[in-house]
C-alpha cells in the first residue's frame, strides 16, 4: 500500500470521525431538551407529547442554524473580513440575543395564516398537525444542507404546516391566496436582491475602482457608503429585529436611522481621511476600508435573523405546549422563557456544528467574493426587505441574499466581457500596427478613468468609420470568449431546491401526520 492511499485512508477515517462527533454533540442536546423539559414542566395529560414536540424543536433549531444562518456571515467569511470561527461566534452570540431579547413573548400558531384551524376536529389533531409540520420542515431543511442548498426555512415551515393541514382537514382548510404569495416570492426575492447588490456594486466601480485616483475617491464615497449602511440597518433592525419589542412605522424608524447615519459620516470621515495617507493605489487597499462595515452587518444581520426566524422554531412548539395546557387552539400563543432557550441555544450550536459547510457555499462557492462585493450582498439583503415589505410584495431572507451573490457575480461577468470584447476590438482595430504602440494604449486604456476610456473608446470610433473592419474582424469580436464567475451547477441546484422546498415539505408532513395519527388513535 503506497503513502497517498494511507493518507487517503487517515484523511477519511478523521473525517468521518468528526461526523460522529457533530452528530454526539447535537444528540446530546436534544437529549438535555427532553430531560429539562419532563423535569422542569407541570405533568399534565399528553405531557410526553410536549416532551416530543419539544425534542423536535431543538431538532428544527439546529438545521436552521445549519442552513440558514450562512446567509448573514457568509459574504464576509467568503471576503475573509472574518475568519470562519470568528464568524460563527459572532453569528451564534447575536442569534441568540436576537432570540432571546427581541424574539417576543407571543407568537402565531400558524405561520403566514397559511391554515385555517377553526375547520380542524379538535386538539388532538392540531397537536398532531404542528408536531409532523416541525419535524417535515426540520427533515427538508437537513436534507437540504447535506446537498448544500440554502433554502427558506419561513418556507420549509409554512409547506409543512400546509400539507399536514391538508392531510388533517382537506384542501378547504388551506388558504390559497398566500401559497400565491410565496410562489411569488420565488421570483420576486433573489431578482429584486441581485438587482440591488449589482446596482450598489456597480456603482463602487463607477465612483471608486474606476477611478485614476482610487485613494482619493474612496476618502469621498467611503464614509458615504458606510452612512448610508448605519441608515439602511439602523431602519432594518428597528422595523425587523425589534418589531417584538417595538411597534414603529418606517418615517419614524427611518428618522432615528439618518440621525445614526450621520453621526457615523462624522465620526468615519476623519479616520478614512487618515488612513488614506498611508494607502497606495490598489484596489487591495480599498477593500480593506470595508472590513469594519461586514463585521457589523455579520452581527446586525444575525441579530434581525434570531429575532425575527426563532418563531419557525419555537411557533409550532409553542403552539403545541398551549394547545396541551390549555386544552384549546388559539390564534396566538405566549412563548415559555424554556420554549426560546431551546430555539435560541439550538439555533447557535447548529450553526456551530454544521453551520460552515452552508458559509462556504453561500461566501465562495457560487461566485468568487471581495470586501466590496460582500458589502453590496449586505446592503442589498437589508435594504430589498425594506423596500419589498413597503410595497407589500413577498419576500424571504434566505432567497434574497443569495439573490444578491448571483446578483453581483453576473454583474461581474458582464463587465469582464464587455472589457475583454473593447480589447479585442482595439487589437483587431490596431492590427497591423506597431505592437509596441498598441501595448502601450492598453496599458494607458487599463489604467484610465471611466470617462477617459469613453474618451478613447470615441476616437477609437471615428477611427474606425474612417477604416472599418472587415466581416471576418467583426465576426471574430463575437467569439469573444465569456469568462464564467458564477457557478452555473449550483444556480441550478439552489433554484431547484427553492422550488420544490413548499411542495417537498408538505408532502413530507402530510405522509407524517397519517403516521402520527395511526400511531395514536386507539
Not at 458 to 473: F, G, M, S
Not at 484 to 498: D, E, G
Request: hydrophobic share 55%; aromatic share 8%; with cysteine.
Amino acid at each position: 500500500m503506497d503513502l497517498n492511499n494511507i493518507n487517503q485512508i487517515e484523511h477519511a477515517g478523521l473525517s468521518t470521525r468528526k461526523e460522529i462527533l457533530r452528530v454526539g454533540f447535537a444528540l446530546v442536546f436534544m437529549i438535555a431538551v427532553m430531560l429539562y423539559v419532563g423535569n422542569s414542566t407541570e405533568p399534565v395529560a399528553q405531557h410526553y407529547l410536549l416532551i416530543i414536540a419539544a425534542v423536535i424543536g431543538g431538532y428544527m433549531a439546529l438545521n436552521i442554524g445549519a442552513n440558514d444562518v450562512a446567509n448573514n456571515v457568509g459574504p464576509a467569511v467568503g471576503s475573509q473580513a472574518l475568519t470562519m470561527t470568528g464568524a460563527i461566534i459572532i453569528a451564534a452570540i447575536f442569534e441568540a440575543a436576537g432570540a432571546l431579547i427581541a424574539g417576543g413573548d407571543v407568537v402565531g400558531t400558524i405561520k403566514s395564516s397559511i391554515i385555517d384551524p377553526s375547520m380542524l376536529k379538535d386538539v388532538d389533531t392540531f397537536i398532531w398537525l404542528m408536531m409532523a409540520a416541525l419535524l417535515a420542515g426540520a427533515l427538508w431543511l437537513n436534507l437540504a444542507t447535506a446537498f448544500n442548498a440554502p433554502v427558506s426555512t419561513t418556507h420549509s415551515i409554512v409547506g409543512a404546516v400546509l400539507g399536514a393541514g391538508i392531510a388533517a382537514g382537506g384542501l378547504d382548510i388551506a388558504n390559497w391566496p398566500v401559497l400565491g404569495e410565496i410562489v411569488a416570492s420565488w421570483i420576486v426575492s433573489p431578482v429584486l436582491g441581485g438587482i440591488i447588490a449589482a446596482g450598489f456594486l456597480y456603482f463602487i466601480k463607477r465612483t471608486i475602482t474606476y477611478q485614476e485616483d482610487m485613494v482619493r475617491a474612496a476618502t469621498k464615497i467611503v464614509p458615504l457608503l458606510i452612512a448610508l449602511m448605519v441608515w439602511v440597518f439602523s431602519t432594518y433592525l428597528i422595523m425587523k429585529g425589534l418589531k417584538h419589542l417595538w411597534k414603529i412605522e418606517l418615517l419614524p424608524a427611518s428618522g432615528i436611522g439618518l440621525a445614526l447615519a450621520v453621526a457615523a459620516y462624522l465620526a468615519v470621515k476623519p479616520m478614512i481621511s487618515k488612513i488614506a495617507l498611508t494607502m497606495d493605489q490598489s484596489k487591495a487597499n480599498i477593500n480593506k476600508l470595508f472590513t469594519l462595515p461586514m463585521v457589523f452587518s455579520a452581527a446586525l444581520l444575525s441579530f434581525a435573523h434570531g429575532a425575527n426566524d426563532v418563531a419557525n422554531a419555537v411557533g409550532p412548539l409553542a403552539a403545541i405546549n398551549d394547545a396541551i395546557f390549555s386544552g384549546g387552539v388559539a390564534s396566538k400563543a405566549s412563548i415559555p422563557v424554556w420554549v426560546m432557550m431551546v430555539g435560541a441555544i439550538g439555533i447557535s450550536i447548529g450553526l456551530a456544528l454544521y453551520g460552515p459547510k452552508l458559509i462556504r457555499t453561500v461566501g465562495s462557492e457560487i461566485t468568487e467574493l471581495d470586501k466590496m462585493r460582500a458589502f453590496c450582498i449586505a446592503m442589498s439583503a437589508a435594504f430589498t426587505v425594506i423596500v419589498a415589505s413597503q410595497m407589500g410584495l413577498p419576500v424571504s431572507s434566505t432567497h434574497t441574499a443569495v439573490g444578491a451573490v448571483f446578483g453581483v457575480g453576473f454583474l461581474r461577468e458582464y463587465l469582464k466581457h464587455s472589457d475583454a470584447k473593447r480589447i479585442e476590438e482595439i487589437k483587431a482595430h490596431h492590427e497591423h500596427d506597431n505592437p509596441e504602440t498598441v501595448d502601450e494604449f492598453l496599458r494607458n486604456f487599463k489604467k484610465a478613468s471611466i470617462e477617459k476610456k469613453g474618451q478613447m473608446l470615441k476616437e477609437l470610433k471615428r477611427a474606425r468609420e474612417a477604416a472599418p473592419l472587415t466581416k471576418k474582424e467583426r465576426k471574430s469580436l463575437k467569439k469573444v470568449y465569456r469568462k464564467q464567475l458564477v457557478k452555473r451547477s449550483h444556480l441550478y441546484k439552489i433554484a431547484a431546491a427553492w422550488i420544490i422546498t413548499v411542495p417537498s415539505s408538505a408532502i413530507l408532513a402530510g405522509l407524517l401526520f397519517f403516521t402520527i395519527r395511526g400511531m395514536m388513535l386507539p
